[in-house]
């Protein structure tokens, strides 16, 4: 079995060879080994750990992975289609689902996060405004992402104290760094070119990934 330690290690090793890739024009083409590879080893780790887990958490957290991987492809190549865009997000879509899904199993009931829930609104209507001018025909896209991705924040905020601490700080965390790295995302795209806007995305995606996998790994069965 990997060791966690080891594992983290190759992990940062592949992230930070993924945003060299991104940085560099002339290694741009390395990316389409580099980006599939940081979800790929997720995958590996938490197949290889997640004996401990029940099946549903299992089987749910692998298809967040795989959609999570399948959108990291599409977004790969965004000169070939303008669906391409459309299609990675309807896979990031489907991972946050299987997320809200794994992250609920383990969590309180919805008006004990009303506070979270007021911030997280209002974080949305202040990302909105920034975003409505930019987002014609993708409005309702972008509305929708924007709900399941949020419910993905509270729902994660909704296993504190129904996990052990660690899982619940890394995977919420994890969230909230999902979370950022989808903000920059549309911000980016929709409103105006952010400096080194690659860079953010990819690392606070990439460790929101991981500490999300660490997190549901340290989740113990009653």
Known sequence: MFKEKNFIFLFITLLALELLCSSISELNSFRYITKPLILLSLIIFFKKNNS??????????????????????????????????????AAFLIAHIMYVL?????????????????????????????LESGLGNMLIPVIIYMVVI?????????????????????????????????????????????????????LTYGLAQLLIVLGILKQKND
């Open 52 to 89: 401990h887990l029940d099946k549903s958490v299992q089987n749910l957290t692998l298809l967040a992975l795989a959609f999570s991987l399948l959108g990291d492809i599409f977004l790969l190549f965004p000169d070939v289609s303008p669906h391409f865009f459309t299609l990675g997000l």
């Open 150 to 202: 949020l419910s993905m924040a509270a729902a994660a905020f909704l296993r504190y104290n129904k996990v052990v601490k660690t899982s619940f700080t890394l995977v919420f965390i994890g969230a909230l760094l999902f979370l950022t790295s989808d903000s920059i995302l549309a911000l980016n795209k929709f409103h105006k070119p952010i400096t080194f806007a690659n860079i953010s995305i990819m």
């Open 102 to 130: 794994v992250f609920s199993k383990r969590a309180k009931p919805l008006f004990k996060a009303w506070f979270f829930i007021i911030v997280l609104l209002g974080y949305a209507a202040f990302l909105f405004t920034k």
